[in-house]
T-cell receptor, first 115, second 111 residues
Framework: DTGVSQDPRHKITKRGQNVTFRCDPI?????LYWYRQTLGQGPEFLTY????????KSRLLSDRFSAERPKGSFSTLEIQRTEQGDSAMYLC?????????????FGQGTRLTVV | DAKTTQPTSMDCAEGRAANLPCNHS???????VYWYRQIHSQGPQYIIH???NNETNEMASLIITEDRKSSTLILPHATLRDTAVYYC????????????FGTGTRLTVIP
């Protein structure tokens, strides 16, 4: 148990619907990352928060995707008007700026299936 | 974005040491080497990291060459539960940069 919690673990949605995922990081971690992983590929970076500020976004994060981290605690990732190509595992990770090496610990992910 | 090169797959006999190589010839002075593994359908699991000295923890050992251009992750006594995809990643230790995973090495531990 790494301490990073993601909800839900699985989500099936119809194409065109909106979905929202939640990530609760390890409590003392001020950095939070979202990744996406498709079958047979390694995780790909989507976006990164330091406290409540979203400091980096990948070009993979289209305008249908939005992430927030109000108050620098939990984070949500919303996908609007889902497409079948959005089917993937969405992973969240957190790390502390204060520890040497700033190790990122991952949650178990949310598996999204768009039908 | 790829900063590391790993073999696509490896096999290891159960109970033997698994030695997973990684080349990172363009590593910068402030970049650490991190190893993660991912068991099917689970999130990546942190294993170990290092800057220039060899490191050991309860899971594995990390051997980094003196020029830091390559490293080897050693699982001393592989078990079936070590079957996973292993990722070698280089990144500044400040953590302000994301982790680039690549495709990793698929390790299969054989009974």
């Amino acid at each position: 148990d790494t301490g990073v919690s993601q909800d839900p673990r699985h989500k099936i949605t119809k194409r065109g619907q909106n979905v929202t995922f939640r990530c609760d990081p390890i409590s003392e971690h001020n950095r939070l990352y979202w990744y996406r992983q498709t079958l047979g590929q390694g995780p790909e970076f989507l976006t990164y928060f330091q406290n409540e500020a979203q400091l980096e976004k990948s070009r993979l994060l289209s305008d249908r995707f939005s992430a927030e981290r109000p108050k620098g605690s939990f984070s949500t990732l919303e996908i609007q008007r889902t497409e079948q190509g959005d089917s993937a595992m969405y992973l969240c990770a957190s790390s502390s700026q204060r520890t040497v090496g700033s190790i990122a610990f991952f949650g178990q992910g949310t598996r999204l299936t768009v039908v | 974005d790829a900063k590391t090169t790993q073999p696509t797959s490896m096999d290891c006999a159960e109970g033997r040491a698994a030695n997973l190589p990684c080349n990172h010839s363009t590593i910068s002075g402030n970049e650490y080497v991190y190893w993660y593994r991912q068991i099917h359908s689970q999130g990546p699991q942190y294993i170990i990291h290092g800057l220039k000295n060899n490191e050991t923890n309860e899971m594995a050992s990390l051997i980094i060459t003196e020029d830091r251009k390559s490293s080897t992750l050693i699982l001393p006594h592989a078990t079936l539960r070590d079957t996973a995809v292993y990722y070698c990643i280089v990144r500044p230790g400040t953590g302000a940069n994301n982790l680039f995973f690549g495709t990793g090495t698929r390790l299969t531990v054989i009974p």
